[in-house]
């Protein structure tokens, strides 16, 4: 399949280069980028070597003391014009988007509008940073605390959502004045690179935002993560790499903040309004196609209403337009990769093996691309590996319960613990899970928690460090008090 000259056009329109110190700078060696709906190369971009990404961090780390300077208003300005240069370009943003990660173009557009929103809330919270003045309970000194950017920042990003999970991160680093080197995933780097241009575009002062793109992370990222002058990781991605991550960090150690898988449970109670929880189900599955940390990944219903959640959720996942995400109505793009819906298929055959059955789906199809059916899963046995495992694909299974305890075993019943989602009319019970649900986030009667007000974060194995939210800045502040006698 060839591009239209539009997306042509728009492609040729990104910046090429590790843009480090404000300069795009060009490679020998380049990665291509391949779009997910035809498995053809889209682009190439920069192929960074160790050195290269140390040159990244000489420059955050040189442009820190005076970044830290700044005005806050001034770091809050500047984020709030990127804000308006990302709406104001939405469009061409979202093909882009979808070109290199396949999402449908509304869904595109709908990430884009949540991640310009970081920009604008911490637009806000970079002239909100205070501390304070008190008294020593024995009245002998003044204490004065006083909070200071945590310095230069290492900030790694996925494939998924690939603007958002950086403006998550840049935005307040920049409000609280660090100075930053940001790797994005090698999948979707156009993204990222777009958004650097957006920020240049903004007055962001050469050296506070540094960006590589690369085919090796652990090459270019090792050395920065063991260099002293690096003070934060900041990760988004996987629980095994944030692993690494995390021990590779010891060394140096550094401030960090983990942002890592989950394994949802989707709790449909009896006094649930079960055409509002097919709804929210639908969301919570089918958003980014089943690739999100928070994709409801397994679903537990209670044994009175099931045949009827059943039922009607097969009905909307069965009438989903799967396609190419440029295409008009398409609601389901590819997978990212092959090996990925390779991976998806593997759960599938597995339940079906230990005796569920696909009310509708249940295989990849045919033709260019990594598309695949969106699938539910009934009877799934609780040993199926599709209940343990991150699906990060169209795929609903569901299994019974019979009782609000046998519910809340099965949803703590993980390492991980993201988010959950509960459909439930009952309040007292809704404040109960509200206790007993070990996870970061929970979704009452609502099948998204997303929202750049909130604080955004895992319990468990699903990491730690807050995204968002009043929480957010204060990832990249360190806290400084003050003795003084009068
Ligand atoms: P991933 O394989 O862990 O990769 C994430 C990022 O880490 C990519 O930029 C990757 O670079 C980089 N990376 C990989 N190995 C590295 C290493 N040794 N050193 C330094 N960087 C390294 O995850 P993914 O497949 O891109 O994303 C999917 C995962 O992200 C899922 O588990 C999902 O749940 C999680 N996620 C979590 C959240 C959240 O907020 N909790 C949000 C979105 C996604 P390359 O691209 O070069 O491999």
Redesign the pocket.
């Known amino acids: 399949m060839t591009l239209m000259n539009t997306e042509e056009e728009l492609l040729s329109r990104v910046p090429r280069g590790l843009y480090i110190d404000g300069e795009w700078i060009q490679t020998s060696s380049t990665l291509a980028v391949e779009d997910p709906s035809t498995g053809e190369q889209l682009a190439e971009v920069a192929d960074a070597t160790a050195d290269d990404a140390r040159a990244a961090l000489d420059a955050a780390a040189n442009a820190q003391e005076r970044w830290a300077a700044t005005a806050p208003r001034e770091r809050g300005t500047i984020l709030q014009r990127a804000y308006e240069e990302i709406t104001a370009r939405t469009d061409e943003l979202a093909v882009l988007m979808t070109l290199e990660m396949g999402k449908p173009v509304a869904e595109s557009r709908a990430e884009i509008a949540y991640a310009a929103d970081f920009f604008r809330w911490f637009a806000g919270e970079a002239v909100r940073i205070d501390g304070r003045y008190g008294l020593a309970p024995n009245g002998s000194s003044r204490l004065l605390v006083t909070k200071h950017p945590v310095g230069p920042c290492l900030l ?6 690939p603007m958002a ?1 950086g403006t998550r991160k840049i935005g307040p680093a920049i409000a609280a004045g660090c100075t930053m080197v940001v ?5 979707t780097p156009l993204s990222m690179l777009a958004l650097t241009d957006v920020l240049e575009r903004a007055g962001l002062p050469a050296g506070v935002l540094n960006v590589i793109t ?5 090459r270019v ?2 050395p920065l993560i063991a260099d002293p002058r690096a003070r934060k990781l900041s ?8 692993r ?2 995390v021990e590779q960090s010891a060394q140096n150690l550094l401030r960090l903040s983990m ?4 394994n949802a449970p989707f709790l449909v109670f009896e006094d649930a309004d079960i055409d509002q929880a097919v709804e929210g189900a639908m969301l919570a599955k089918m958003r980014n196609g089943g690739e ?2 928070t994709a409801a990944n397994r679903f537990y219903v209670h044994e009175r209403v099931i045949a009827e959640f059943a039922a009607k959720l097969s009905v909307r996942m069965a009438g989903l337009k799967v396609g190419r995400g440029t295409e008009p109505g398409v609601e389901v793009g590819p997978l990212i990769a092959e090996v990925e819906r390779g991976k998806v298929h593997e759960l599938v055959s597995d339940a079906i093996s230990a005796g569920a059955t696909a009310t509708t789906g249940g295989r990849p199809i045919d033709g260019p691309g990594w598309f695949y059916e969106p699938t539910v899963l009934t009877d799934v046995a609780d040993n199926a590996r599709v209940l343990h495992a ?1 699906i ?1 694909g169209p795929v609903a299974p569901l299994r019974s319960f019979s009782s609000e305890d046998e519910a809340v075993a099965h949803a703590n019943a993980t390492e991980y613990g ?1 988010v959950a989602y509960v459909y439930t009319n009952d309040v007292r019970r809704a404040l109960r899970l509200g206790d007993r649900l070990e996870v970061g986030m929970l979704g009452l009667n609502q099948g998204i928690v997303s929202n750049a007000a909130a604080p ?3 319990a468990k194995h ?2 730690f460090g807050r ?1 968002g939210g009043r929480e957010g800045i204060e990832e990249y502040l360190t806290t400084r008090y003050m003795a003084i006698a009068l």
């Open positions: 790694i990003t996925p494939w998924n959502f999970m790797k994005p995933a090698q999948q690369s085919s090796s992370a652990s990222m090792g990760f988004t991605g996987s629980t095994e790499v944030g690494k991550l942002e890592l898988g989950g999100a940390c991150e990060f993201l955004f974060g895992g699903s990491g995204e």
